[in-house]
């Protein structure tokens, strides 16, 4: 198919797209978004909008760029970065539903899911397979590593290790069994993986020391991923409750 802009939505000639595209009507894509090949954009959604940020300069050029093969549902909206030349960055195949957002200078990697209403603050880091339950609320400069879940109406305010479940406020309640089964992991990777998670996920404790620690033991690539999320970033970590007396587990 060619790219088809449906009557009434809103294009700037400047705006670039890729091909086989397709924009309905009342969408808006300002001249600040670069749209994938085969992306979709429905009715409402508006793509390269201006940032959220008392302090932004609309003269600045920046830019929302949104990988091939993405749907973006109904109101969603995507503000483009509040620095020069830089870009709100969204992966590949990714599927944001209806009145889902992601703010200035987020990097959404590839395969994400934002369900309805999900909300990312400016700065977000998202991982690649990733889920975002709907009405969840993620703060500024977030890390959120790869093949998380992350329930409906949740409130995040920490950094998410990688294959982690994540509900209410900043609770981790054990790795996402399903989600591993699914990418069809190892078996010895899927036990390594689990014994780091009880290692380092414990309501007290350093998890950079802990993690620091373990690291040169592992064997698989997937403990490793795990292991080194906590040695970057700035903000604490998603811990189990104190009073979780099933902190130790790895799946609900």
């Given at each position: 198919?060619a790219?088809?802009?449906?009557?009434g939505?809103?294009?700037?000639?400047?705006a670039?797209?890729?091909q086989?595209?397709?924009?309905?009507?009342?969408?808006?894509?300002t001249?600040?978004?670069?749209?994938?090949?085969r992306s979709v954009?429905?009715?409402?959604?508006?793509?390269?909008?201006?940032?959220?940020?008392?302090?932004?300069?609309r003269?600045?050029?920046?830019?929302?760029?949104?990988?091939?093969?993405?749907?973006?549902r109904?109101?969603?909206?995507?503000?483009?970065s509040?620095?020069?030349?830089?870009?709100?960055i969204?992966g590949?195949?990714?599927?944001?539903?209806a009145?889902?957002?992601?703010?200035?200078?987020c990097?959404?990697?590839?395969?994400?899911?934002?369900a309805?209403?999900?909300l990312?603050?400016?700065?977000?880091?998202?991982?690649?397979?990733?889920?975002v339950?709907?009405?969840?609320?993620?703060?500024?400069?977030?890390?959120?590593?790869?093949?998380?879940?992350?329930?409906?109406?949740?409130?995040?305010?920490?950094?998410?290790?990688?294959?982690c479940?994540?509900?209410e406020?900043?609770?981790?309640?054990?790795?996402?069994?399903?989600?591993?089964?699914r990418r069809?992991?190892a078996?010895?990777?899927?036990?390594?993986?689990?014994a780091?998670?009880?290692k380092?996920?414990?309501?007290t404790?350093?998890?950079?020391?802990?993690?620091?620690?373990?690291?040169?033991?592992?064997?698989?690539?997937e403990?490793?991923?795990?292991?080194?999320?906590f040695?970057?970033g700035?903000?604490?970590?998603?811990?189990?409750?104190?009073?979780?007396?099933?902190f130790?587990?790895?799946?609900?």
């Amino acid at each position: 198919m060619a790219t088809e802009i449906h009557p009434g939505a809103f294009v700037d000639p400047a705006a670039q797209i890729g091909q086989d595209v397709e924009i309905m009507a009342g969408a808006v894509v300002t001249k600040w978004a670069q749209l994938g090949d085969r992306s979709v954009v429905h009715p409402g959604a508006v793509i390269g909008g201006d940032p959220q940020y008392l302090a932004f300069d609309r003269k600045t050029p920046s830019w929302v760029k949104v990988g091939s093969d993405s749907v973006l549902r109904e109101g969603v909206t995507l503000n483009r970065s509040i620095h020069v030349d830089k870009a709100t960055i969204i992966g590949a195949r990714c599927f944001f539903m209806a009145t889902s957002h992601a703010g200035h200078d987020c990097v959404v990697a590839d395969d994400v899911v934002l369900a309805n209403g999900a909300l990312l603050a400016g700065h977000v880091e998202l991982g690649a397979f990733s889920f975002v339950g709907g009405g969840a609320a993620i703060h500024q400069f977030c890390r959120i590593g790869s093949l998380v879940m992350i329930a409906g109406g949740a409130r995040i305010t920490v950094d998410v290790p990688p294959f982690c479940l994540a509900a209410e406020r900043d609770q981790v309640s054990g790795l996402n069994l399903i989600g591993i089964k699914r990418r069809e992991w190892a078996r010895d990777a899927v036990k390594e993986v689990k014994a780091c998670y009880q290692k380092v996920m414990k309501p007290t404790g350093n998890m950079r020391t802990m993690a620091s620690e373990a690291l040169p033991r592992v064997q698989s690539s997937e403990a490793r991923i795990f292991l080194e999320f906590f040695g970057g970033g700035k903000r604490g970590f998603i811990r189990p409750h104190a009073g979780d007396r099933d902190f130790g587990e790895t799946g609900r």
